[in-house]
């Protein structure tokens, strides 16, 4: 068997089938889900980034002044033997359009840009796939993005160039994804927007591949610095870089077909005196593509582990969610309302499941009476330390109110305003704090009931908007109530009169104890007086 026959076979065995794989995966949406492994095709405006592509996919893309790629472009090729004939096959939305002639492809793709992004400029982030089935082209999948613009013209987005840099950040920061960042030959590429783009979100290169273009356009004596930059002396790569030369304008002008277009990039490379050394190994749309191929290949082989990790934990979380959406609504009308019934009484045990504290919980979690419990012991805490904060600071302040406010009283005896007053403060400083235990508390159980109506409703959309409405109702009416009654609780609190023992207690249980401290035998409030 030949080389060029073995490495087909390669292919064929090895190659294609993986791509395949991350391609069928990619055309059933899951890129949205899962971080898929992709090479994309980032570059400032002009620098070469359709032609590459199109002396890669061997078929005319739209190309021009201004923003050309409006969205994202996935380019699947895939290499077929002699006696295939070129097949296309474009794709965007729920909308399917056979190719069979190549020279179909620009205004296809125009047209779905303009279905997709509007008839403007402005660009969109739905993805049109562009399939290739030729014996001409590499087994290969990209994925094009608009050029980087600086400034917006007049039919542009005023913030287009964000726009734009959002749309490449959303697809280059993912590890998954290989940056193909072309920059023309005959421009300083320290000043390249796209490679910088690229160096944000790979720091050292790992997954970066450089393309220059434009290698004719370079000025003289200058040559040795583009051979620099690719040999990766100037910016280093991990992946380095390559050099390609593909159709000018003349060349669509006089109508330089593809084929014609390579042979001419070769002799160009054979017969330039500094750019020959790069031939062999780093320069040439063949040679690219090749290289694109395997750098594809390892780095879906490098992700495939990670990828399938992925795939069984997004399949062992979507098995979990459809068990707790149980069967799903049956068609005949008793059994519908059967059905419905059923739910109901469900979801009505559940709560009052947690109505007597005997709902179940899993570790670490409480049951409801458990949480609302602790906030109890949060308002107890504040009212003993209110309590001590009162005791040991109300003589003194007793004594500086009397001396501020003494009326005509005779000695021994306390004016009741001042002791109403005092007393009054202490108890409006605990009412907020009980109204913020009654909204704690409330929250809990809101988050409770929202749990269990999820939990029982979350297939049935209207079902659980409805449960919501009437439950979240009345729990508010529940609220207004008790915050109702806590309101007229402090209110009557603030009504300084008793006529049981309680007061009367904890008056000589307050002298004594000041007795105690200072060892007197005698002592009250007034005795200085």
């Not at 409006?70 to 077929?80: A, S």
């Not at 474009?90 to 279905?115: F, H, M, R």
């Not at 780095?299 to 990790?309: E, G, M, R, S, Y």
């Not at 009557?492 to 007795?515: F, P, T």
Request: negative net charge; hydrophobic residues 35%; contains cysteine.
């Amino acid at each position: 068997m030949s080389e060029s026959s073995s490495l087909n076979q390669h292919y064929e065995e090895k190659v294609r089938p993986c791509i395949d794989l991350v391609d069928s995966l990619r055309a059933l949406g899951l890129e949205k889900d899962l971080n898929l492994p992709a090479i994309a095709v980032i570059g400032d405006q002009s620098s070469g980034k359709s032609s590459v592509l199109e002396a890669l996919s061997g078929v005319s893309l739209p190309r021009g002044t201004g923003i050309v790629t409006r969205c994202p472009l996935v380019l699947k090729l895939k290499k077929f033997t002699k006696d295939k004939n070129w097949h296309g096959l474009l794709s965007y939305k729920d909308q399917i359009k056979t190719l069979n002639d190549p020279e179909d492809v620009e205004n296809a793709v125009l047209y779905a840009q303009g279905v997709l992004a509007g008839n403007g400029e402005g660009i969109s982030h739905e993805m049109i796939t562009l399939e290739i089935q030729s014996c001409d082209v590499p087994d290969l999948t990209l994925i094009d993005l608009p050029g980087i613009a600086r400034v917006a013209t007049a039919n542009q987005p005023k913030d287009i160039d964000k726009q734009i840099k959002d749309l490449i950040k959303k697809f280059i920061q993912r590890q998954e994804t290989i940056c193909l960042v072309v920059v023309p030959a005959n421009v300083d590429i320290t000043t390249t927007e796209a490679l910088q783009m690229a160096s944000e979100v790979d720091s050292t290169g790992e997954r970066t591949l450089g393309v220059l273009t434009k290698p004719d356009l370079v000025d003289k004596g200058m040559e040795k610095t583009v051979v620099r930059t690719v040999n990766n002396d100037i910016i280093t790569l991990k992946k380095g870089y390559m050099i390609v030369k593909c159709r000018g304008q003349n060349d669509i002008n006089e109508r330089l077909d593809l084929a014609r277009a390579l042979e001419k990039e070769r002799i160009f490379f054979e017969e330039h005196d500094d750019f020959r050394s790069l031939l062999e190994e780093k320069a040439t749309i063949p040679l690219l593509a090749k290289r694109l191929t395997n750098e594809l290949f390892e780095h879906i082989v490098k992700t495939l582990p990670d990828l399938q990790k992925q795939l069984d934990m997004k399949l062992q979380k979507t098995s979990v969610d459809l068990r707790a959406l149980g069967d799903g609504v049956p068609l005949g009308e008793h059994e519908k309302i059967k059905f419905l019934v059923t739910k109901i009484s469900q979801f009505n045990d559940a709560l009052e499941r947690v109505k007597k504290a005997e709902e179940d919980v899993k570790i670490p979690n409480t049951r409801v009476f458990n949480k609302i419990r602790v906030e109890f012991q949060k308002w107890r805490s504040a009212l003993n330390a209110k309590a001590i904060k009162t005791e040991d600071i109300l003589r003194v302040e007793v004594k500086e109110y009397v001396r501020t406010h003494r009326g005509m009283e005779l000695p021994g005896f306390l004016n009741y305003r001042t002791f109403v007053s005092i007393i009054t403060e202490y108890i409006e400083d605990m009412e907020e704090p009980a109204l913020k235990m009654l909204k704690d508390v409330t929250d809990i159980v809101h988050s409770s009931v929202d749990h269990i109506v999820n939990t029982h409703f979350n297939a049935l959309s209207h079902l659980e908007s409805a449960a919501k409405e009437r439950t979240d109702c009345l729990l508010d009416k529940q609220f207004q109530k008790a915050e109702k009654k806590i309101r007229s609780q402090f209110k009557m609190e603030k009504i300084v009169y008793s006529q049981d023992d309680l007061y009367s207690d904890q008056l000589c249980n307050v002298k004594r104890k000041s007795n105690a401290n200072q060892g007197l035998l005698n002592c009250t409030y007034t005795d200085c007086f």
